[in-house]
Nanobody
Framework: QVQLAESGGGLVQAGGSLRLSCAASGRTFSSDAMGWFRQPPGKEREFVAAMTWSGGNTYYADSVKGRFTISRDNAKSTLYLQMNSLIPEDTAVYYC????????????????WGQGTQVTVSS
C-alpha cells in the first residue's frame, strides 16, 4: 500500500521560508517521478514542481520558478520542497504525488497522493 505523508507546513510571514517534506512508503520511491501540487482556498489544485526519478530533470510552475526548489533523497524515500521568498498568494494546501503517467504537470497523470499540508503566508 502506497503512503505519502507531507509535513513542514505552517504559518509564515511574507518573505519567509518553509521546507516541506513528503515521506513515501509502499513502493520503490527511487523508480518514480514525483511532484508537488497545491490548492489555494476556493481554487483548483495546481501544479507546483516535479522531478524525475533520478533528479536529473526538474519542472516548475512559472509562479514559483526562482523561489521554490524541489529535491529528493532516494535513500530516505523523501521528497522536499524548499520555499523561499513566500508571498500571500502561496497560501494553499500542498500535496505531494507519485508515479506520473505522462505529463508531469497534469494532475490526472499521478497515481498516488498524500493528504496535504497547509501553508499560510501572512502579509
Amino acid at each position: 500500500q502506497v503512503q505519502l505523508a507531507e509535513s513542514g507546513g505552517g504559518l509564515v510571514q511574507a518573505g519567509g521560508s518553509l521546507r516541506l517534506s513528503c515521506a513515501a512508503s509502499g513502493r520503490t520511491f527511487s523508480s518514480d517521478a514525483m511532484g508537488w501540487f497545491r490548492q489555494p482556498p476556493g481554487k483548483e489544485r495546481e501544479f507546483v514542481a516535479a522531478m524525475t526519478w533520478s533528479g536529473g530533470n526538474t519542472y516548475y510552475a512559472d509562479s514559483v520558478k526562482g523561489r521554490f526548489t524541489i529535491s529528493r533523497d532516494n535513500a530516505k524515500s523523501t521528497l522536499y520542497l524548499q520555499m523561499n521568498s513566500l508571498i500571500p498568494e502561496d497560501t494553499a494546501v500542498y500535496y505531494c504525488a507519485q508515479d506520473p503517467d505522462g505529463n508531469y504537470r497534469d494532475i490526472v497523470s499521478y497515481r498516488y497522493w498524500g493528504q496535504g499540508t497547509q501553508v499560510t503566508v501572512s502579509s
